[in-house]
């Protein structure tokens, strides 16, 4: 009995003994568990703090982890090769440690085009608008959205981003022609991509001499590669837009064939000039075409608005010197009876020089980046390009297709250098400042007796950097004939209208009568209305297009005709169907659309 009660004792201490280890372990468990959730809690705090950093918006950082999770990744593009894509995604994310950007795939992820393997002949876009670099290409690599369980938890970027590369943000002509403008009219393009937008530079150069400028694109702070590393290991941009539209661009840099204007150039001066105003008033610049509007205000108001002629000479402080850059601006200023001034890029912020450039009446400059300053030119202005010894004007022409471009309203003088006496070479540079130390003495024997700079392919050839980086002492004589050769008249410096490109619809009720007279004679007659918006505008000339084609042959018969009706006999045979083409020509060369085609059975 005694026995038993034992027994039952210490089955009653080791019942009591299990159920406090029990419950000391579930209250151990839930501590544990409490502690864990903390953590996580306090990660994800922390995680939305740094998403916060980037965004004055809020983001709630568990429904944006959950959408990627459950989502992935969302892609869809526009543009039909990697040369004119652009890509908007959602989640699209990137890892610092690897330098590679993931698209995360789930059951509910998007990617079009769904390109498989194509994707990489060679790239899915381009992130530059310099076409078809191999440095710009844009991929990603692939992971299951499971994946995320076994990475670091991402940072969300909550604003809408446009992802691009800067080509070369040292130098001026592209930071303009390759990057503000393309982003420019990238941002246009899409509603989102408004001026909150953030850029983000993923080409891993440092800021540069001319990040202000870019800093006019939005309001707020671009984002360079190197500083995606502070926000975390893995970082996921809510919405993206990928690349850049090459609309804007007019010109090619010899990577594949010598240097030149782009053979489909797209874009016009109007369209520049807009970019330019826009950017001058981000500068807090008033253009003083804008000062003295014609019309505007009192006589006495016009008079004070009207601007004084002068003209702006570049003045360069290591490189390409003018070497008696006074006595040129003694001679400018008695030649044009006009104050010279001179402004430079090395002494002056870009926003003072822009402010000068702005209201000039003549731009002179030896060739270089500073030239593409010449879109902030008054219309009716010149710009006048000055070239090295051995350098052929023809070959270089970045500025004068800038200059022609149709709406730009500038005029373009170049003059070369043809007395070797008056150049200064500096072979004992460094190779990238046209020094040739470095070469064979054959080479450099063959390059320094050389007269003219053969066509040739970006970027190192030494025989153009050796000649291009030159000193100059400018013929005077020489530079002043060129001058009343190429600006006839001294350019005004009234604000001139806009050139018009408005071109003519669509005529209006095309219709065909045929008659055969004989039974090798027959008459095609074609008549039709004005277009629409032809009596709204004043047109100096217009004129009709017909095209006729006899159905099945492949060559047509066109007529540049005066009337709105005509009657065709030659060559029009009985019993036959024509095709018949018509349009409307305004001043030359606006042409319209074609009608619907007429099929005309004689």
């Not at 995604?89 to 992820?109: I, K, Q, R, T």
């Not at 290409?137 to 938890?153: D, H, R, S, T, W």
């Amino acid at each position: 009995m005694r026995a038993s009660l034992a027994g039952c004792r210490m089955s009653v201490g080791a019942l009591l003994n299990g159920l406090l280890v029990s419950v000391v372990a579930a209250l151990l468990w839930k501590y544990s568990k409490l502690s864990e959730h903390a953590a996580s809690l306090e990660e994800e705090l922390h995680l939305t703090r740094q998403s916060q950093e980037l965004s004055e918006g809020r983001i709630d950082y568990h429904a944006a982890l959950l959408a990627l999770q459950e989502h992935g990744t969302r892609m869809v593009c526009t543009g039909k090769m990697h040369t004119d894509r652009i890509c908007r995604f959602d989640y699209l994310c990137y890892c610092s440690e690897a330098e590679e950007f993931v698209f995360f795939y789930s059951n509910s992820s998007v990617m079009l085009p769904n390109l498989g393997p194509r994707r990489f002949q060679p790239a899915l876009l381009d992130l530059s608008s310099v076409e078809d670099h191999n440095t710009q290409y844009f991929n990603f690599l692939e992971l299951p959205a499971g994946a995320l369980k076994f990475m670091p938890k991402p940072v969300f970027v909550p604003d809408v981003t446009l992802i691009m590369n800067r080509f070369n943000p040292d130098n001026l002509m592209h930071v303009f022609h390759d990057d503000l403008l393309p982003a420019f009219y990238t941002m246009k393009q899409y509603l989102d991509l408004d001026d909150e937008a953030r850029l983000v530079f993923m080409e891993g150069w440092g800021e540069g001499p001319y990040f202000d400028l870019y800093r006019l694109l939005s309001g707020k702070q671009p984002l360079l590669k190197e500083q995606l590393k502070n926000f975390g290991k893995l970082m996921c941009f809510t919405k993206s837009y990928v690349g850049l539209s090459k609309m804007t661009t007019w010109y090619q840099y010899g990577f594949v064939q010598p240097q030149g204007p782009k053979a489909n150039i797209l874009v016009s001066g109007n369209e520049v000039r807009q970019f330019a105003k826009i950017m001058m008033e981000r500068m807090n610049i008033t253009g003083q075409e804008d000062t003295a509007k014609e019309g505007d205000g009192t006589e006495e108001e016009q008079e004070k608005g009207k601007r004084e002629d002068y003209i702006v000479v570049f003045s360069r402080s290591t490189t390409r010197l003018i070497l008696n850059e006074a006595e040129l601006i003694m001679a400018l200023a008695q030649e044009f009876q006009m104050r010279v001034l001179t402004v430079s890029l090395e002494e002056q912020s870009f926003a003072s020089i822009v402010q000068v450039i702005s209201g000039a009446s003549m731009l002179f400059s030896m060739h270089g980046a500073q030239l593409v300053t010449a879109l902030f030119l008054p219309r009716g202005a010149a710009v006048v390009e000055l070239f090295p010894y051995a350098v052929n004007p023809e070959q270089y022409t970045p500025y004068k297709t800038l200059a022609s471009l149709p709406g730009m309203d500038l005029q373009y003088v170049s003059w070369r250098n043809s007395m070797e006496e008056n150049t200064v070479t500096h072979p004992d540079r460094p190779w990238d400042q046209g020094g040739i130390v470095h070469l064979e003495k054959e080479e450099q024997e063959r390059i320094q007796v050389s007269k003219d700079v053969p066509r040739h392919l970006c970027c190192r050839n030494p025989e153009w950097l050796y000649r291009i980086y030159q000193d100059t002492l400018v013929d005077i004589p020489s530079l002043l004939e060129v001058l009343k050769e190429g600006l006839k008249t001294r350019p005004s410096v009234k604000k001139n209208k806009a050139a018009s490109t408005v071109h003519p619809g669509r005529v209006r009720e095309p219709q065909c009568q045929t008659s055969v007279q004989a039974t090798n004679e027959a008459k095609l007659t074609v008549s039709w209305q004005i277009p629409w918006n032809l009596k709204f505008l004043k047109v100096r000339e217009v004129k009709y297009e017909v095209w006729i084609q006899e159905q099945g042959e492949n060559t047509y018969m066109p007529y540049i005709l005066p009337q709105l009706n005509y009657t065709f006999s030659e060559n029009i045979k009985p019993f036959t169907t024509y095709l018949v083409w018509v349009r409307c020509i305004f001043n030359k060369s606006l042409l319209g659309p074609f009608a619907d085609v007429l099929m005309c059975r004689t």
